[in-house]
């Protein structure tokens, strides 16, 4: 069965640590790669995601994430973290040859200490 | 702001009566989708419209849930007969053809 993985289930960080959440999927065809990001009391919002070309992908609040074919993988990434990113992350693929339902891993916690 | 639109934001409801909740997608957007989301879980796909036609539902779509999307624009998802196991958040996105989906607030559901 297609499935999403991701390997935290909730990350603790001082504000400027570097941070990566992993997220591994299960799918051996084309796909669609996203990161999504709930704040507390809000709706899921798109951070970034990945189509076709360069594998590191840039997105909003200075997020990146970089797609690894060979594992699988794709991993978010952020330098310096604030205590304005603590929220929850979800990763989620799309499997274009399968049909348009999302799959997402089971989320992130991120707490971002002051 | 134009966004994906839900309602209501919160239903609370005896366990056997029915619900319905309704999505307004962003204007244009031919694809809507619906997802169920329980505390420490992230999303499970519902079903998925494009246009009024309805073309695919997930397992989790028991027959007591129905979903329409009569004209192609908002989306209703009713609930018969409410389980307690049908407590969760009901997210709406819409899509205009490819992803990404953009996602509304989500109604919550909470069956006592």
């Known amino acids: 069965a297609q499935s999403v993985s991701q390997h935290n289930h909730h990350v603790i960080l001082s504000e400027a640590a570097s941070l990566e959440l992993g997220c591994n999927y299960s799918?051996?065809?084309?796909?669609?790669l996203f990161w999504y990001v709930q704040y507390p009391g809000q709706h899921l919002q798109l951070l970034l995601k990945?189509?076709?070309?360069?594998?590191l992908v840039k997105g909003i609040k200075g997020f990146e994430a970089e797609f690894i074919k060979s594992k699988f993988s794709f991993n978010l990434r952020k330098p310096s973290v604030q205590w304005s990113d603590t929220a929850e992350y979800f990763c989620?693929?799309?499997?274009?040859?399968?049909?348009?339902?999302?799959?997402f891993g089971p989320g992130t916690r991120l707490s971002v200490l002051p | 702001d134009t966004g994906v639109s839900q309602n209501p934001r919160h239903k609370i409801t005896k366990r056997g009566q029915n619900v319905t909740f309704r999505c307004d997608p962003i204007?244009?957007?031919?694809?809507l989708y619906w997802y169920r989301q329980t505390l420490g879980q992230g999303p499970e796909f519902l079903t998925y419209?494009?246009?009024?036609?309805?073309?695919?539902k997930s397992r989790l779509l028991s027959d007591r849930f129905s979903a329409e999307r009569p004209k192609g624009s908002f989306s209703t998802l009713e609930i018969q007969r409410t389980e307690q196991g049908d407590s969760a958040m009901y997210l709406c996105?819409?899509?205009?053809?490819?992803?990404?989906?953009?996602f509304g607030e989500g109604s919550w559901l909470t069956v006592v």
């Open positions: 990945y189509f076709s070309g360069d594998p």
């Open positions: 204007s244009e957007h031919n694809r």
């Open positions: 799918y051996g065809g084309t796909v669609n």
């Open positions: 989620a693929v799309n499997d274009v040859s399968y049909g348009q339902n999302f799959v």
């Open positions: 419209f494009q246009n009024e036609a309805q073309l695919e």
């Open positions: 996105a819409s899509s205009l053809g490819a992803p990404p989906l953009y």
